[in-house]
C-alpha cells in the first residue's frame, strides 16, 4: 500500500504564503487523484482541493494546488488567521480501492 | 444538502464488536452511484480509511484491518454500517462515515467517538 509523506507542521505570518507537500513512496501510483482536505480541531475534514485542481465553492483563490507524478503541493498565498487547521493529501488507490491518506500538517499562523 | 449523521456505543471492552450506523440525508442529491466509506482518526493521530460500499452491493476494506471490517447499508432506508470484530485499545478513535464522489470524499458526518478500555 502506498504511503503519503507531509511535513508534520509548517508555520507563516499573516500575509505569506505556505507550501505544503506531499510526496509519495510507490511510483505506480502516482498523483492523479490527490485531492487535499483540511480539518479545524473537532471538526470533521472538509475538501479545499480538488484533483482537478478546482477548488470547492467557499474556498477562497489564495489556496491552490500543484501536482507531478510523484508528489503535489497545497499552497496558500496571503496567509489569514482562519486558515489555521490541519492538512491532508490524499490519493484512492485502485489497488486496495480505498483510500490513502498523508500524516498531516499542521498549519500554524504566527 | 447532504447531511450524514453516525451512531454507536461510545464506550467499549476489548473483544467486543463494534457496531456503527450512518443515517444518511441527502436531499435532493442522489447518491446511488457514490461510495458510502467509513474512515477513522486515531487520537492526535491522522486519518485511515477503513471500508467502503459500492452501489449497495460491491464491499472493499483496509487490508491492515485483517478482515476484522464489514460494511453493509441499506440505500432504500438511506444508512449504512461498520461492524468492527475484536476491537482493541488500538481501535479507539473518531469514527466518520462519509460520501465520496469517485476518488473525493465529499461529505462527512460530524464523527463519533468510540473509546475501548477493560
Known amino acids: 500500500q502506498s504511503l503519503l509523506t507531509q511535513p508534520p507542521s509548517v508555520s507563516g505570518t499573516p500575509g505569506q504564503k505556505v507550501t505544503i507537500s506531499c510526496s509519495e513512496n510507490n511510483s505506480n501510483i502516482g498523483f492523479g487523484t490527490v485531492t487535499w482536505y483540511q480539518q479545524v480541531p473537532g471538526t470533521a475534514p472538509k475538501v479545499v482541493m480538488f484533483?482537478?485542481?478546482n477548488r470547492p465553492s467557499g474556498v477562497p483563490d489564495r489556496i491552490s494546488g500543484s501536482k507531478s507524478d510523484t508528489s503535489a503541493s497545497l499552497a496558500i498565498n496571503a496567509l489569514q488567521s482562519e486558515d489555521e487547521a490541519h492538512y491532508y493529501c490524499?490519493?484512492?488507490?485502485?489497488?486496495?480501492?480505498?483510500?490513502?491518506f498523508g500524516g498531516g500538517t499542521r498549519l500554524t499562523v504566527l | 444538502q447532504v447531511r450524514l449523521q453516525e451512531s454507536g456505543p461510545g464506550l467499549m471492552k476489548p473483544s467486543e464488536t463494534l457496531s456503527l450506523t450512518c443515517s444518511v440525508s441527502?436531499?435532493?442529491?442522489?447518491?446511488?452511484?457514490?461510495?458510502w466509506v467509513w474512515m477513522r482518526q486515531s487520537p492526535g493521530k491522522g486519518l485511515e480509511w477503513i471500508g467502503s460500499?459500492?452501489?449497495?452491493?460491491?464491499?472493499y476494506h483496509n487490508p491492515s484491518l485483517r478482515g476484522r471490517v464489514t460494511v453493509s447499508g441499506d440505500m432504500s432506508k438511506d444508512h449504512f454500517s461498520l461492524k468492527l470484530t475484536s476491537v482493541t485499545a488500538a481501535d479507539t478513535a473518531v469514527y466518520y462515515c462519509?460520501?465520496?464522489?469517485?476518488?473525493?470524499?465529499?461529505?462527512w458526518g460530524q464523527g463519533t467517538l468510540v473509546i475501548v478500555s477493560s
Open positions: 460500499m459500492f452501489l449497495g452491493e460491491t464491499t
Open positions: 490524499a490519493i484512492y488507490d485502485h489497488g486496495v480501492n480505498g483510500w490513502v
Open positions: 462519509a460520501i465520496a464522489a469517485q476518488s473525493v470524499l465529499l461529505y
Open positions: 484533483p482537478t485542481g
Open positions: 441527502t436531499g435532493s442529491i442522489s447518491t446511488t452511484d457514490f461510495y
